[in-house]
Every structure is written in C-alpha cells, then in structure tokens.
C-alpha cells in the first residue's frame, strides 16, 4: 500500500509521540530501580533511557521541521533536519556510552553490593515488555515511511531491549554471588551502545552527503523509464533521498526527429509512471536526441 504525504506525517508524528511517551514511562520506573538497587547496570540501563528520551525529543522537532513543505529560503524542503538529528542522536549515545564506561570501571574497582535485585528484575521486565510494543510499531512506520530519524530511533530500543536483558542477566548473577558481573555487564553494554552510536551516525552522514538511493531503487527507476514505447534509451540517472522526498534525475533518449511537444509529453508521462510508484519523488527529466552519443557512465 502506497501512502500519501499526509498519512506518511501523520505515522511519523505518531512513531515520535510514542517514542517520547514510552521513553518517559521507563525513565520513571528505572529510576526507582536504580536507587532501591544500587546497580550500576540498572543506572546503566537508566542512562541509556534518558539518552532515549533526548533524542526522541530531537526525533519529534525534526520530523515536524522535515515535514514542512519547501518555502522560498529552503526550495528542495527540509528533509535533511532527519540526518542532522540522527547525527546528533548519535554524539549524545556515544557520550553515555563513555559515561558508562568510567562509572562501571570505578565499581568494579570499588565494589558495592546490590540491594532489592527483585525489583530492578521486575522493572526492566515491564520495560522489555514496552519497549517491545513500541518497536513493532515502529517497524511498521519504517517500512512505510522509510523515515531516517525513526530508523536511528529504533536502533535506540532495540539496543535498549537488549541492555534491559542483559541487565535483568547481570542482576542475576550478582544474586547468586557475583556482584563483579554487574560492572562486568555494563561496560559490555556500554561498547554495544557505541557501535549504535556509529553505525546511526555513519548512516546519517551518508545522507547527508546525499548518498545514491539503494541499487534496486535505481534499477527500478530506470526500467519503468525504458518501459515507455518512445523512450529509445536512458542515462545519467541521479538520486537521493532528503527527508520522505527522493529526488531523481534522469535523461531519455527519444527519436530525433519527435517534436518539442511530443518530447515533452513523453517526458511527463514517464514521470507520472514514476510517481505512481514513488509518489514522494521530486522528478526532473532530460529530453536527448538517440543519435547522441551519451556519457560515459558514472562510477558504480
């Protein structure tokens, strides 16, 4: 099912207020584990909410700044405010990885014992459960929107699923008489949450390099041009992605003797062809004569 811009902003505004909301509710409920339990790897799990939280906030600005229609100061739109916030979600994930390293180091140099490590279990199980139905629901609004910031979101609490396991395991353990697992834990979960922190910020400098869209995308955008009967050829394809709009450049290869009107209606219901499958496309389309010899192909 293909969406519409306005369905497409209204899943996203929904995936950021659910975000925010659950980030909230786990925020308040590791809190009190973390001071009733004195676990670094609850505190751990803790930081790692608040993380959530802030870029989630910075998530819900730049969603409803991207999806502002283009204005006279910015005439390709404001898609590329998605990479921008995955850019700094990723700075503020890799500062409270380091903290947690620092902070884990220190306990496992000064020990301290673990009180209530029931409670801490019994909050973090609530919190797989929730952070479990925010993320499918976020996985739907990817595969609809193909939302950068949403995506580095996601990352966010999967990796926070994942420290919550780990977690309730270190908990675990440290009941059984193996406090040293607590820290132990943390700082493995510290180093996971940094190769969060560079594969969110990699991926969004991409985009903001404007990064070619995937190659099946290409492939495709070239074979529906090379559909239309008239259409002896096409080259020089261009694309990338800002925000939810793709932009494509192309050029068709048309008989030489077709007239400028023709050529042009050619052109237009290529694009309408693509559109129908893109319809968040920005399209502009090139008319060459088939006896041209065209460019040499770009890299790759």
Do not use: C
Not at 190 to 197: C, M, N
């Amino acid at each position: 099912m293909i969406l519409n811009p306005a369905q497409v902003g209204r899943l996203l505004r929904l995936a950021t207020y659910a975000s925010v909301a659950t980030a909230s509710l786990l925020i308040a409920g590791k809190l009190a584990a973390a001071l009733m339990t004195g676990s670094v790897s609850v505190l751990a799990s803790l930081v790692d909410s608040m993380m959530d939280i802030a870029a989630s906030i910075i998530n819900l600005l730049a969603v409803h700044y991207s999806l502002q229609p283009p204005d006279r100061d910015h005439r390709f739109g404001h898609g590329k405010a998605e990479p921008l916030a995955g850019l700094v979600q990723a700075a503020f994930i890799a500062g409270s990885a380091v903290f947690l390293i620092l902070h884990a180091v220190e306990r496992l140099l000064y020990p301290q014992p673990i009180n209530d490590a029931t409670v801490g279990v019994s909050v973090l199980v609530f919190a797989m459960i929730a952070t479990g139905a925010l993320l499918l629901f976020q996985r739907y609004v990817i595969r609809q929107t193909q939302s950068t910031a949403i995506r580095a979101d996601a990352l966010h609490y999967a990796t926070d699923l994942l420290t919550n396991a780990v977690t309730i395991a270190a908990l675990g353990l440290a009941m059984l008489g193996w406090p040293s697992a607590d820290p132990v834990f943390a700082i493995g979960i510290a180093f996971y949450i940094l190769y969060s922190a560079g594969h969110i910020g990699y991926e969004s400098i991409q985009l903001l390099m404007d990064h070619e869209l995937p190659p099946e995308i290409h492939a495709q955008i070239k074979q529906i041009a090379r559909n239309h009967p008239q259409v002896r050829g096409v080259h020089d394809v261009r694309t990338r992605s800002s925000g939810q709009t793709y932009f494509i450049q192309l050029h068709l290869m048309l008989d030489d003797l077709m007239p400028l009107v023709e050529a042009h209606l050619v052109a237009d219901q290529v694009e309408a062809s693509i559109l129908a499958v893109f319809p968040n496309a920005d399209i502009l389309i090139h008319e060459d004569p088939a006896t041209e010899t065209p460019p040499p192909p770009l890299p790759g």
